[in-house]
């Protein structure tokens, strides 16, 4: 078997069911052996993962886990104690500002300055991310997500699931390779959160788009991921597609197997499917 | 440097003051206040003292409006910190492809925009009211106002690495850190009236020698050059200590996860 063949194999299942996009093999993100500690508390622990374009790659777990502190590294907030994070084949933090250009984030737990109007927000980010056309992206994405109406609106005065939305406008302003997406539906109701979510896959589908996601839905994770990653005290505990996860633990979704090890406090880490083994196996 | 960015950041703080009348008022309210106050009083102060006090009200009015210059620049720079933080924006944008030292620059800007409105109505407010003009300091306003303007930028970089270390709670540092020198910058009263111990201290500040520059030619002597030559070399080594505790409180946040606490602020 070749090695082409090989990689091609391991790849995600997207890849393979896309029709619109160039299969690339090399992945956009490659995160090894990745530690970090606070103090005596080891938050991240030699995680080791790669994502590929048009992959969508979930991170899971409890509170604590390590899953914000995992995507905080990849964004550049938090500085690793070792291990190494390339993106697009340029070393983070080195090549910091040329790897931002390519990524965008959103996350319930952040806001745009609620004192401007919906289409300044948006106007100083495509600013920042140095957006060309930038009335002409802006309109798109407000079409995009149904908002046109509140362009002239403050942002404070929105409701959650329209600060939501205006939040998703921000992300997509670069037409990122890689989006990063902290408990993006955590404030939405299940219609918008049905919408999010298809239009996620929608631009996943036309431009090849890269997600890593986290999220305690794990009906929502089922729904839009590929790939999960199940890490538990900074580690991987569990990784493969939704249905192999849960089925492997013997579990009937993930919410089952998320359950169970919430509750069953220190859990081994179980062997699973890595890239590795799908390598070995083909 | 990318420019495109820096300008994003200014525009920010435009469309917020353009936005909110009351953050416009807020910019001049205090500074009249102050000059109100501190006018009349000299003014009282002129009519008891029968004449004995004749340059009394321009050093003070004078001093306001220079003080005034060195707190706007301070605040310019750490407020648009804390606009974000108030936002919960900050992370928004350290993971946004901006530069540190674009952000900083971008700060400055806001500092200068600030200061030219609420100078400008100072100015103009000290003639009509009290027959001042803060422009019979001549030529020397203009070394004098950069010396401030470098120096508050300094005390705002100060300012905003200590509320990056320490996170929201920090905050009122922002407008602590130029009262915890104010009085020892000789800013309403000459140097020689501290004790010795404290000259020495106000002799490291470089609007210390601003203010005594200031009160020298409103006096009616030249431009005093060892003055403006000491707030020169002391404000290079200001800002590069600033510059300096500035990226290494950054580095600290990265290191230690600060950065999270601004999530939900």
């Not at chain 2, 102060?45 to 005034?68: C, E, H, N, V």
């Not at chain 2, 910190?81 to 350290?94: A, G, H, S």
């Not at chain 2, 705002?156 to 922002?174: K, Y």
């Amino acid at each position: 078997m070749s090695v082409s063949s090989i990689i091609v194999s391991c790849a995600p299942r997207t890849l393979q069911k896309l029709p619109n996009i160039t299969v690339m093999n090399d992945p956009v993100l490659e995160v090894r052996s990745l530690t970090k500690r606070f103090g005596s508390f080891i938050a991240v622990d030699s995680l080791n993962f790669e994502l590929y374009p048009g992959e969508i790659l979930g991170l899971l777990g409890v509170n604590g886990a390590g899953k914000t502190t995992a995507m905080s590294m990849v964004l550049g907030l938090i500085t690793p104690d070792s291990g190494s994070i390339r993106a697009f084949g340029m070393d983070m933090p080195a090549r910091r500002t040329q790897i931002l250009r390519r990524i965008n984030f959103c996350s319930a737990y952040t806001a745009l300055p609620s004192n401007l109007l919906v289409w300044q927000n948006l106007d100083v980010f495509a600013g920042l991310y140095g957006v060309r056309n930038k009335k002409q992206r802006i309109s798109e994405l407000l079409e995009m997500f149904e908002i046109t109406s509140l362009k002239n609106m403050l942002t404070g005065h929105l409701s959650s699931g329209e600060t939501a939305r205006v939040n998703f406008c921000k992300a997509l302003l670069n037409q990122p390779d890689v989006l990063l997406m902290d408990e993006p539906t955590a404030s939405l109701d299940p219609d918008i959160a049905d919408k999010v979510r298809r239009i996620i896959r929608q631009v996943q589908q036309e431009r090849g788009m890269a997600v890593l996601y986290t999220s305690h839905n794990m009906r929502d994770v089922e729904a839009v991921c590929d790939r999960v990653i199940f890490m538990h005290k900074g580690r991987i505990l569990y990784q493969g597609t939704p249905t192999e996860v849960a089925e492997r633990n013997s579990e009937r979704s993930l919410e089952q197997l998320f359950i169970r090890v919430a509750r069953s406090g220190d859990v081994e880490c179980i062997p699973s499917v890595t890239d590795k083994d799908k390598k070995e196996t083909s | 440097m990318n420019y495109e960015a820096v300008l994003a950041l200014v525009r920010r703080y435009v469309f917020l003051y353009t936005r909110s009348k009351i953050r416009l008022v807020e910019l001049i309210f205090w500074p009249i206040v102050d000059l109100m106050v501190w006018g009349y009083l000299t003014v009282y102060l002129q009519q008891q003292g029968t004449g004995g006090l004749p340059r009394f009200i321009t050093f003070l009015i004078g001093a306001m409006i220079l003080w005034d210059v060195l707190f706007r620049a301070q605040q310019g720079v750490a407020l648009s910190f804390l606009e974000d933080v108030w936002t919960r924006n900050v992370i928004n944008v350290f993971v946004a492809p901006v530069r540190t030292v674009e952000y900083v620059v971008a700060t400055y800007l806001v500092g200068c925009l600030r200061i030219a409105l609420t100078f400008s109505v100072l100015s103009l407010l000290a003639l009509t009211m009290y027959e001042f003009s803060i422009f019979s300091l001549g030529i020397a306003l203009a070394p004098f106002f950069a010396n401030l303007l470098l120096f508050g930028w300094a005390l705002g970089m100060i300012s905003t690495a200590l509320i990056v270390r320490w996170g929201p709670a920090a905050e009122s540092l922002a407008w602590a850190v130029p009262f915890i020198i104010q009085p020892f910058a000789a800013v309403f009263y000459p140097v020689d009236v501290l004790p010795p111990l404290l000259q020495v201290l106000a002799r490291w500040l470089p609007c210390t020698h601003i203010f005594e520059g200031m009160r020298s030619v409103l006096a009616g002597h030249p431009m005093p050059l060892d003055n403006l030559l000491w707030a020169i070399g002391l404000n290079a080594s200001w800002l590069a200590i600033a510059g300096w505790t500035f990226v290494h409180m950054l580095k600290v946040a990265r290191l230690r996860g600060f950065l999270n606490k601004f999530v939900v602020a």
